[in-house]
């Protein structure tokens, strides 16, 4: 159980962290790790074999319902009846403006006895405006609603060698549950829930128990070598992969189309859901906007908040930036005008008082070979 007492939350792995003697941040309002052993071996870790993360601070949600899936389908633009027992999707939840209220995973666990059941895997800092959103707009007595966020556990095993170190705890050959597929399983003889998802760009896997549970697998995953990772690496795993994060890449201002994750839209085949009638004038007028991968020259930081120039103008503001640990340069996310969005197109970020060189670039900047092959 998260501790309240102070100003910013605690995970149950938190007494874990401070063993190791990583370095905290305040993030969501919760006192996570940022670093163990440093950023960048934690990030090459992860590319490499394979690292952990503490991701308890995140919202989790439960549902049931006989239908379920046709009650949440109004609240976002992906059709979850597309959905397998056993699958999952990555979309938003909008407003009426089609901004993004939350970027979420929905793993759909089928039926049980008539009833629909899923779980929903939400942003931390977004945890409280996500669970108000959703009773706000579901039918309480067609779908019971569970907010399950400071009962569990949840721990990010990610890297091309996870699977063969979680494999060690369950019994469920894992080789079988594909890319975005989950199961409920048993750790140390307790339930366990596993989603082959990240956000690290890499194969692997995020594991939801009870918080003893989680205690102990952190602890025997440490003893088979997974290393521990913080924020940072997190941050920089996610960036290379092009992963927006909320609050800085999108947030309720900004549309999927303008973020690049039209993807997750299916108008042919959705009824109406909240801010279509936005999104389809988006589609036939284009957007005004767009988030482009930028890639910088030499070794200058693009960072969150510097202006993006064109021929010396203000044009855009870069919303995530880092030195790239496996590229060996600094990439970044900014949005642009559209017509400066084309790959290719040359542009300037400002950097204290002094503009520099950058490039529009495809996304993701890094493609794992691992991840493509599940």
């Avoid at 006989?66 to 009650?71: A, Y």
Wanted: charged share 20%; proline share 4%; with cysteine.
């Amino acid at each position: 159980m998260a501790n309240q007492q102070s100003e910013t939350a605690r995970t149950p792995l938190y007494q874990l962290g401070v063993e190791l003697k990583a370095r905290f941040t305040s993030f969501g309002g919760w006192e996570m790790p940022v670093q163990f052993n440093g950023i960048t071996s934690e990030h090459q870790s992860v590319r490499n074999t394979a690292g952990m993360f503490d991701i308890s601070h995140m919202g989790k949600f439960t549902f049931r319902g006989k239908n379920l899936i046709s009650q949440l389908q109004p609240l976002v633009p992906s059709d979850l009846s597309r959905l397998q027992a056993g699958q999952a999707q990555y979309t938003v939840l909008l407003n009426p403006q089609a901004g993004i209220i939350d970027d979420i995973i929905f793993y759909y666990q089928g039926e049980d006895i008539g009833e629909q059941r899923g779980v929903m895997i939400v942003n931390a800092a977004t945890t409280d405006k996500d669970k108000a959103w959703l009773l706000e707009h579901l039918d309480l007595k067609k779908v019971e609603f569970q907010d399950i966020s400071l009962e569990k556990v949840l721990i990010a095993v990610q890297g091309p060698k996870a699977s063969s170190y979680l494999q060690q705890f369950v019994q469920e050959d894992l080789s079988y549950v594909k890319a975005f597929g989950h199961l409920e399983s048993k750790i140390f003889g307790k339930p366990a829930f596993i989603a082959r998802t990240g956000y690290t760009g890499e194969d692997g896997f995020e594991v939801m128990v009870d918080p003893e549970i989680g205690v102990k697998l952190w602890e025997h995953l440490q003893e088979s070598s997974v290393i521990p990772c913080g924020l940072g690496a997190r941050d920089t795993l996610r960036l290379e992969a092009a992963m927006a994060l909320y609050g800085q890449d999108i947030d309720d201002t900004t549309t999927p189309l303008e973020a690049g994750l039209g993807w997750v839209i299916h108008m042919d085949t959705k009824e109406d859901f909240i801010g279509r009638s936005v999104l389809e004038q988006q589609k036939t007028i284009g957007v005004q906007k767009r988030l482009v991968g930028l890639q910088m020259e030499g070794r200058n930081i693009a960072r969150h908040g510097y202006p993006v120039l064109s021929k010396g103008k203000i044009v855009g503001e870069i919303t995530s930036g880092t030195l790239s640990p496996t590229l060996g340069y600094p990439v970044a996310l900014a949005y642009v005008p559209t017509q400066l969005a084309t790959v290719g197109q040359e542009l300037e970020v400002e950097i204290r008082g002094k503009a520099y060189p950058t490039v529009v670039v495809k996304k993701p900047f890094y493609r794992s070979i691992s991840r493509l092959v599940k």
